[in-house]
Every structure is written in structure tokens, then in C-alpha cells.
């Protein structure tokens, strides 16, 4: 659908936000807490970016977006967006709900904060019990300060700056050292932060359906130097082959096969497939290492295969 980009803001050191509203009528999909939408950008690139704002609020979805060095086109193109244009977006999706706990830790790391925000919005709204710890790396980077100062949740934000000397630590031992199967803990940053997070949580002992993660940066493009594989579809029976320098996505739209694809990073979830034969190897962030080890799924933008042939659910 088409939204208009009513504000743009520049919010911290490389992180604007923008707040899109409906091009025509006044309400847009409702979305829950943690949810995101697709932008295609002029590029015809699309990018996930999750929805910052109150999802009682329907009037308008709010984003916030950092300026990536490493960007591949997307993110210098939104950071180049102004107000009054027009964006072709998805509806929200969620792949980074709340579940029902009595209490949950919200983790976010430089502009993982955008989702976390949302959650501790909605959990306030409901009175549930939470607690946010968001970190970046120097003062001028802290998005939605304003915001997070005052929110009437004010009290349960904690914030630590890398690049204060004595400031808060962030000690992840403490603030994760009481596992129970009632609590859930939601990261959100960049890989190094999430990482951290999840094997500190496996190593304390948290059941991994209590640490929920969501990934911003995707895995690299194919690289040289991969082995060719191929994969056979399993209603026809057709063999294709993937070349080290295609991915399985890129194999199969060669041969005419309609593959649905978002971020293209291994991030989303989109092009989720199942295996029926094959090991895959498996090289996004958004499966859960049970997931990984059954076998029977692959993402298929970015994973390759360890056997010389997979047979996919197609
Ligand atoms: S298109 Fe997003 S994970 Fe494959």
C-alpha cells in the first residue's frame, strides 16, 4: 500500500524517523508490539524496518532508520527520503511478538531499540511488568530520548553509553541471572549484542523459548568460493542446479519458479521452505538453532546445502 511520509526527523547521529501516514482515509492496518513492514524503495530494494509507535495509535506507523556504512542502497535511500513523498510499503507483519509473562526483560542495542520501544509502550498500557535496558555507544546516538524520558515507564528504562566513563555497566550476567519460565527476555541490535545475549541466557540456563530475537543486519551475499548443489522440486520432480554463485532463490526464479522474497538477508522469514530430503546449511538469522537442527526448513535467499542435493517442498 502507498503511505506519505508526514515527518522526518533526524532523532540521533545517523538515525532519522519517519512518520507515515495513510494516503487515503485516515486509519492504517492495525499491527501488534515488535511487528514490522516491508519499504520498497525506488531502488526496487526492500527493507524491513519495525514499527516504533503505539500500535493503539492508527494513524500513522513510525520508523526509525540508521545510516548503515556498510549499506548496501537501502538505508542511505530512506535516509535520503523527505516529507510529503510517497512509499509503497507492506501491512505489518510480526516475527517478534510479546507473549504472555509476568515479567519481561527488554534488551535493545543502538537502533534495536525501535521494536523495544513499542513493546514497553504496549506492556505499559496493560500494566504488565517489564523492565528496558537499551545501550549504545555514545551519548549522541540515544534515539528517542525525549520519548523514553518522558514516558510514564520512565522508571524502568535503564540506558548505558559505551563511551561515558562512569556511567552505568551494562552487566548482562545481572540483569539475566534470574532464569524462571514465567519471565521473557526480547533482544533486539545489532548480531555482536544479540549473540552476547542469547549464549549468555543459554549459559545461565533460560529455555530458549523464553529469549526472543530479532535480527536488523542480514547475512552477506553469496560469496565465491561456494559448492554447487542442486535442488529437486518435489511435485514435478524437476532437478535444478545452484551455481556457487547463485543462491537457491536466485536457481529457482532463473527456471521460471515463483520464490517469495523480502530482505533477501536471511532476516524475515519470507522465503521460508520446507525440506522433505537434504541437509541444508543454514546461513540466516531468523531460525532457532531447534529449528536448524530439524532439517526440515530452510530460508531460501541465503542458505546452501551440506548434501549434494535438497529436495524441497515445491
Ligand atoms: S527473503 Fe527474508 S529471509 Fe529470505
Not at 568460493?225 to 532437478?239: H, I, M, N, Y
Request: net charge negative; with cysteine.
Amino acid at each position: 500500500m502507498k503511505v506519505q511520509v508526514r515527518r522526518r526527523v533526524d532523532e540521533a547521529r545517523d538515525v532519522v524517523a519517519l512518520e507515515l501516514g495513510a494516503v487515503q482515509g485516515e486509519l492504517l492496518p492495525p499491527f501488534s508490539a515488535g511487528a514490522h513492514i516491508d519499504v520498497r524503495l525506488p531502488s526496487n530494494l526492500t527493507r524491513q524496518y519495525s514499527l516504533c509507535n503505539s500500535p493503539a495509535d492508527r494513524t500513522r506507523y513510525l520508523i526509525g532508520v540508521l545510516l548503515d556504512p556498510a549499506s548496501r542502497g537501502g538505508s542511505k535511500a530512506m535516509h535520503a527520503v523527505r516529507e510529503g513523498e510517497i512509499l509503497e510499503i507492506s501491512e505489518p507483519r510480526n516475527h517478534f511478538p510479546l507473549h504472555p509473562a509476568a515479567h519481561s526483560v527488554l534488551l535493545a542495542g543502538g537502533i534495536g531499540i525501535t521494536p523495544i520501544l513499542c513493546m514497553a509502550e504496549q506492556l505499559a498500557h496493560v500494566g504488565a511488568s517489564f523492565e528496558l535496558h537499551y545501550c549504545v555507544r555514545s551519548d549522541d546516538r540515544l534515539a528517542f530520548r525525549d520519548r523514553l524520558a518522558q514516558s510514564d515507564f520512565s522508571g524502568r528504562v535503564h540506558t548505558y553509553v559505551d563511551a561515558l566513563p562512569g556511567g552505568p555497566h551494562f552487566d548482562l550476567q545481572t540483569v539475566l541471572a534470574n532464569p524462571l519460565p514465567e519471565k521473557h527476555v526480547y533482544v533486539c541490535g545489532p548480531g555482536g549484542f544479540i549473540d552476547a545475549v542469547v549464549q549468555t541466557a543459554a549459559a545461565l540456563n533460560w529455555a530458549e523459548g523464553c529469549v526472543h530475537r530479532e535480527y536488523f543486519a542480514g547475512t552477506e551475499p553469496v560469496k565465491e568460493g561456494e559448492r554447487p548443489f542442486q535442488v529437486r522440486l518435489a511435485s514435478s520432480g524437476q532437478c535444478i542446479p545452484v551455481h556457487p554463485t547463485q543462491s537457491i532463490a536466485q536457481a529457482l526464479m532463473a527456471h521460471g519458479i515463483d520464490v517469495p522474497l523480502s530482505c533477501e538477508q536471511g532476516v524475515c522469514g519470507t522465503c521460508l521452505t520446507r525440506v522433505l530430503k537434504g541437509e541444508p546449511d543454514h546461513r540466516d538469522l531468523y531460525l532457532s538453532r531447534a529449528e536448524r537442527e530439524a532439517h526440515d526448513q530452510i530460508l531460501v535467499c541465503c542458505s546452501r546445502s551440506r548434501s549434494a542435493e535438497l529436495i524441497l517442498d515445491i
